[in-house]
C-alpha cells in the first residue's frame, strides 16, 4: 500500500519495504533519547534540526543548503531545493513547532545504501527500523515531532564536528478525525463480523496512516503488520481480492493503494488490467461499472474513504516500477 508523504528528500531515492535478506539487517548500535551516548549529543542535534526547520518555515533554502550535509548539497542543485522547500513551506509556516522533538534516535556506523538498522522494534512502543537511504560512515541522529495529529520526520548526519541537515518528511493532520488507531478500531470490528476484505483495506490504510517516513517502519505500524500478516496469506481473500466479477464479466485486478492527497483526503486505488486504449470515454465508462460493483459489494467502503481510483493497466508490473496508466478518480456517488 502507498501514502504520499510531503518530503524534503531532494535526489535521495525512494525506498521500498519488502522482505529483507538477511543480509540487509545491520546490527549497527540504535540508541535512545535517554540512553548516554545520545543524551551527550542531545543539545548539538536539537539546536541544528530547529535551526533547518526554521530555515524551512521561512523558504530560505540557501540558509539549508548552507548548513546541509554534503550528500544532500552533491544531489541536489539550488533549484531543486528551492522548489521542495517552497511545497513544504505553507504546511510549516503556519505549524507551531516544538523545540523538543518527541523522540530521537542515535545510530553510528559505517551503513550502506539500504542497510537497516534494527531499533527494538518489537521490544518498545518507540521502537522502530531504520533504512538508509544514503550510505556513509557519519554518525545519524533521527528526530521525531508531533504537533496534534502532524509529524515531522528530521534526519540529521555529523559531518566536520556539526550536526548537518539531511533530510524531513512532514505528514499534516488528517482531516476528520482519521487516526491509525480509529481504523485498526474499524478493521478490527470487521475481522470479528468475517469481513475480511473490508478487514485488509482498513488495516493495511490504517499502516499507512501511521507512517511517519520513507525511510521508517515504526512499532505502530509493527503492530498493524502483525495483523496483516495472515490475511495477506488468505488464498480465499487473495483470490477475492484478485478477481472481480461484475454483471457477468471479470476484471483481473492487480494491486490496492491507499494514497493521501495534498489536500488530505483519502483515496483508495485499484489497479486492474485492461484491453481498451488509454482514452478517458471508454475507461471512464468501465470505471463507473467497477465502481457499481465495488459499491454493491461494499457498500461501507465510502465512510472510511473519500475517493477511489481505478488505474488502468495493460500489463502487471513490479511494485514500484514505472508502467504506462490511466487513471479515473471518482467520487463514490459517481461523481468526479
Known amino acids: 500500500m502507498k501514502r504520499e508523504l510531503l518530503s524534503v528528500a531532494f535526489m ?16 549497527t548500535t540504535c540508541w535512545a533519547a535517554h540512553e548516554r551516548e545520545a543524551s551527550q549529543e542531545r543539545p548539538a542535534i536539537i539546536k541544528a ?11 530560505d533554502a540557501d540558509a539549508v543548503l548552507k548548513n546541509a550535509h554534503p550528500a544532500l548539497r552533491d544531489s541536489a542543485s539550488s533549484a531543486q531545493a528551492k522548489a521542495i522547500i517552497q511545497q513544504m513551506a505553507p504546511f510549516l509556516k503556519n505549524t507551531k513547532l516544538p523545540l523538543e522533538p518527541s523522540d530521537f534516535k542515535l545510530i553510528k556506523g559505517d551503513i550502506s545504501p539500504g542497510v537497516v ?3 527494538y522494534l518489537r521490544e518498545r512502543a518507540d521502537g522502530l527500523i531504520y533504512r538508509s537511504s544514503v550510505g556513509g560512515k557519519d554518525p545519524r541522529a533521527l528526530l521525531f515531532f508531533k504537533v496534534g495529529g502532524a509529524s515531522l520526520h528530521v534526519e540529521l548526519r555529523q ?19 482519521r487516526s491509525a488507531a480509529s481504523f485498526v478500531a474499524a478493521a478490527d470490528s470487521y475481522l470479528q463480523k468475517g469481513d475480511r476484505w473490508m478487514a485488509f483495506i482498513l488495516y493495511a490504510a490504517a499502516d499507512q496512516l501511521a ?21 495477506a496469506a488468505d488464498t480465499a481473500l487473495q ?15 492487480d494491486r490496492t493503494s491507499v494514497v493521501i492527497t495534498m489536500d488530505q483526503s483519502l483515496v483508495v486505488m485499484f489497479s486492474y488490467l485492461t484491453s481498451l486504449p488509454f482514452e478517458e470515454e471508454p475507461l471512464e465508462k468501465e470505471g463507473l461499472g467497477l465502481l457499481k460493483g465495488l459499491n454493491a ?18 500489463g502487471r508490473t513490479p511494485v514500484g516500477s514505472a508502467a504506462p496508466s490511466y487513471r479515473t478518480v471518482l467520487k463514490f456517488d459517481g461523481t468526479r
Open 12 to 27: 535521495i531515492p525512494a525506498l521500498g519495504w519488502t522482505k529483507l535478506a538477511f543480509g540487509q539487517l545491520s546490527f
Open 49 to 59: 534540526a530547529n535551526e533547518a526547520l526554521e530555515a524551512m518555515q521561512r523558504s
Open 117 to 119: 538498522v534494527y531499533c
Open 159 to 177: 559531518t566536520g564536528g556539526r550536526w548537518a541537515f539531511l533530510f524531513a518528511h512532514f505528514m499534516p493532520a488528517m482531516a476528520k478525525g
Open 211 to 231: 507512517a511517519v517516513s520513507r525511510t521508517i517502519i515504526t512499532h505502530e505500524q509493527h503492530l498493524i503488520e502483525e495483523k496483516l500478516k495472515p490475511l
Open 239 to 253: 483470490a477475492q481480492r484478485k478477481t472481480w466479477k461484475i454483471d457477468g464479466k471479470t476484471y483481473d485486478m
Open 297 to 314: 459489494q461494499h457498500p461501507e467502503l465510502s465512510r472510511y474513504f473519500d475517493a477511489v481510483v481505478f488505474e488502468a493497466l495493460h
